[in-house]
């Protein structure tokens, strides 16, 4: 499982189940948001979005269990990702340059 993967999904549900509009917040191809979601429901042993033949309709109750995991987890990499920002702009060294002019 990828945190790319996660991602994915959560565009999907999003963006009212529709691939091509998440793929187009996402600035990636339809068929490969297709692809991870098949992907990860393979490896994961269940649908997360019910089907009406290529068409997703609906959360399954898997579905809406994994997708609450997912927002968590991608809401806890944005909060370490925010900490790690403050810690680098914290003990990050200020350097100068002195530049000599031409007169």
């Known amino acids: 499982m990828k945190l790319q993967q996660l991602r994915f999904v959560l565009a999907i549900a999003d963006n009212n189940l529709n691939?091509?509009?998440a793929s187009q917040v996402l600035y990636?191809?339809?068929?490969g948001v297709?692809?991870?979601?098949?992907?990860?429901?393979?490896?994961?042993?269940?649908?997360?979005?019910?089907?009406n033949g290529k068409a997703l309709v609906d959360i399954t109750e898997n579905g809406?269990?994994?997708?609450?995991?997912?927002?968590?987890?991608m809401e806890t990499v944005n909060d370490i990702k925010a900490y790690s920002s403050e810690q680098n702009a914290e003990t990050r060294?200020?350097?100068?340059?002195q530049f000599a002019t031409c007169a």
Request: no cysteine.
């Open 19 to 21: 691939i091509t509009k």
């Open 28 to 31: 990636t191809s339809q068929p």
């Open 34 to 51: 297709s692809k991870q979601l098949r992907l990860l429901e393979e490896e994961l042993g269940v649908e997360i979005f019910s089907r």
């Open 64 to 73: 809406k269990v994994i997708l609450e995991k997912a927002r968590f987890i």
């Open 93 to 97: 060294p200020v350097s100068m340059q």
